[in-house]
């Protein structure tokens, strides 16, 4: 295996997007809705782009939790569905343990709704289990920013490392330097830092004026 440099290798991950329900999705307090929906699409689009094995699990879909938000399967349309019968922690899922290690990698990145929860209790059972846990905190979302809080401190403790979307996203990429360069700034500029678009246009704009001249013809003064 080539050296990694201490980052993630993409090819030892499994995605596990876990619990991100509708019903859920109501509690959540510590981040706009919004904003998470789109860190979870970010997640989905980016583990398409590079076949990332996903799975995902839901929590009682036909109770107050909800089902899973459609954009997962959508973006992602190779992730198994893996049923359970009314764990909590997902990791106590007999079905759920085995697909992952059907898929013989050790790495997991790992997003669930909520954070101190339906993140934290698999992310603890699989570093316990021997695996690398990486959580995505924004694309988890939880019911309060101290509940985050105590999440985050509790998770590292245990072994986890936590992390942001962005930061994921441009772990997994590795380099700019690649076929799909362009499809990632387009993942980042729709779905994590909208403001990144204006960049992009900026730049368009000024190759366009390279190769086609200034679109406003100045007067020059007499």
């Not at 107050?64 to 992730?79: D, R, S, T, V």
């Not at 569905?81 to 898929?103: L, M, Y």
């Not at 316990?128 to 403790?157: E, F, P």
């Amino acid at each position: 295996m080539a050296s990694t440099n201490g980052m993630i290798d993409p090819d030892d991950v499994v995605m596990l997007l876990i619990d991100h329900q509708s019903g859920l999705f109501n509690t959540v307090q510590d981040l706009p809705v919004p904003d998470l929906r789109n860190y979870v699409i970010a997640l989905a689009k980016t583990a398409t782009m590079l076949d990332i094995p996903v799975l995902t699990t839901a929590s009682v879909p036909d109770g107050p939790n909800g089902p899973l938000i459609p954009e997962i399967h959508q973006f992602a349309p190779h992730a198994q569905f893996i049923p359970r019968t009314g764990q909590i922690n997902a990791w106590d899922n007999p079905p759920f343990v085995e697909a992952i290690e059907k898929t013989g990698r050790k790495t997991l990145v790992i997003a669930g709704t909520l954070t101190s929860v339906c993140l934290a209790f698999p992310a603890i059972s699989a570093v316990d289990a021997g695996y690398k846990a990486y959580c995505v905190v924004d694309a988890s979302g939880n019911w309060s920013k101290m509940a985050t809080d105590l999440t985050i401190a509790r998770i590292t403790q245990a072994g986890a490392i936590p992390m942001d979307t962005f930061a994921m996203v441009a772990e997994l990429m590795r380099t700019w330097n690649r076929p799909e360069g362009s499809q990632f700034g387009q993942i980042i500029a729709e779905h994590i830092v909208p403001t990144y678009q204006c960049l992009m246009e900026s730049f368009a704009k000024a190759q366009a004026v390279v190769k086609d001249g200034p679109e406003t013809k100045m007067d020059k003064y007499q």
